[in-house]
């Protein structure tokens, strides 16, 4: 049966995207896919706000995250976590023999510029990471505040996770002074999972040709050259089907719902999940002012099963999300990103109350 999916990604996919999916493939070296690379290329320049080169990916957004600490830590990279996501970071970071240190906040709160400073004043970093949106937590940081401190330590490469909040959310990322500014497919912008996109300055590039062991898959470097070089070609053979769906949806995004009504329609839907929450008697997890506008993270204060209630909520054709790793059963997650329209976040709080009490 299929279900309405009001989770933190995979989201559902609207048909013509799914159709554009299908397009009959070309070759991977020919100047078609130049041409299609430099197009989406463009269009993800206008949704990121910068004129830094786009690079893709086949992969997760994970894939790209695992790159960029490989590629740009030549030092010692530390990490601010928020939670899963952020931990995450970390993790990639000691998989790679990648010197690291991880800052974690009590899940709920956000990553404070002060700490930010206090660490980067200590000269020993040359990166550090940044969750914008925390999907376990539905915890959004701060990035203004944030790019005020970053401001002080040019030197100090930025990479950012904004897997699951650009396009829902307006990141300026030339703005914020931004190196690396990731996302991926599934989320925010509504296509099926299997590509990530980042943002990278040149700046970044030059300081990352003199760092040793970068990988080769995930390495910006071969990555960026390709961009530059080829032009607007990928080293290894891309998900061609994600290009040309990702063509569709940046043509709808920019010129048919247009950017700023598309953040405005996540902010709307995301303050009526809030709402609904309180008025249930429900806590939001995230502390007040740092809440994500794509999911949230609600308290299951009541001692309800959410295995059980999504059980009942899939019956229907629903689907919300379980707590993330410890807070499973202690919270539940929805979801408003995307594609996903008002009246259809309101026809699943119109179920919630009949199954909650």
């Given at each position: 049966?299929?279900?309405?999916?009001?989770?933190?990604?995979?989201?559902?996919?609207?048909p013509e995207i799914l159709e554009a999916f299908a397009t009959p493939m070309i070759g991977h070296r020919t100047k078609d896919i130049s041409a299609l690379q430099e197009r989406i290329s463009m269009g993800l320049q206008k949704l990121f706000f910068t004129g830094n080169t786009i690079i893709l990916s086949t992969s997760s957004g994970t894939g790209l995250m695992e790159g960029a600490v490989r590629s740009f830590t030549a030092k010692r990279a530390v990490v601010f976590s928020v939670g899963a996501f952020g931990n995450r970071w970390a993790q990639l970071a000691e998989g790679n023999g990648v010197p690291v240190d991880k800052v974690e906040v009590t899940w709920g709160m956000p990553t404070l510029p002060e700490v930010v400073d206090e660490y980067l004043a200590t000269g020993k970093y040359d990166v550090f990471t940044v969750t914008h949106n925390e999907t376990s937590t539905g915890v959004m940081n701060d990035l203004k505040a944030i790019s005020?401190?970053?401001?002080?330590?040019?030197?100090v490469f930025w990479l950012v996770d904004a897997v699951s909040s650009m396009g829902g959310?307006?990141?300026?990322?030339?703005?914020?002074?931004?190196?690396?500014?990731?996302?991926?497919?599934?989320?925010?912008?509504?296509l099926p999972p299997g590509?990530?996109?980042?943002?990278?300055?040149?700046?970044?590039?030059?300081?990352?040709?003199d760092v040793k062991n970068r990988g080769c898959y995930f390495d910006y470097v071969e990555l960026y050259k390709f961009v530059k070089e080829k032009p607007y070609q990928y080293p290894s053979t891309p998900s061609i089907p994600h290009m040309y769906g990702l063509d569709k949806q940046l043509d709808y995004i920019l010129n048919q719902e247009?950017?700023?009504?598309?953040?405005?329609?996540?902010a709307a839907m995301a303050e009526t999940v809030r709402q609904w929450a309180i008025k249930k008697g429900f806590e939001i997890l995230a502390a007040e002012g740092y809440r994500s506008n794509t999911v949230t993270t609600i308290k299951n204060t009541k001692g309800l099963s959410v295995a059980d209630l999504n059980k009942k909520l899939g019956q229907q054709g629903y689907s919300i999300s379980n707590g993330y790793g410890s807070l499973k059963e202690k919270t539940f997650r929805i979801a408003h990103m995307a594609d996903r329209k008002p009246e259809e976040l309101q026809a699943l709080l119109d179920i919630l109350n009949k199954e909650i009490e």
């Open positions: 049966m299929y279900k309405k999916l009001f989770i933190p990604g995979p989201v559902d996919v609207r005020q401190i970053r401001k002080k330590y040019p030197d959310v307006k990141i300026e990322v030339d703005k914020l002074g931004i190196d690396v500014c990731i996302t991926s497919t599934q989320k925010c912008l509504g590509m990530s996109v980042a943002s990278v300055t040149d700046k970044a590039i030059e300081y990352a040709k247009g950017l700023e009504n598309r953040f405005a329609r996540h």
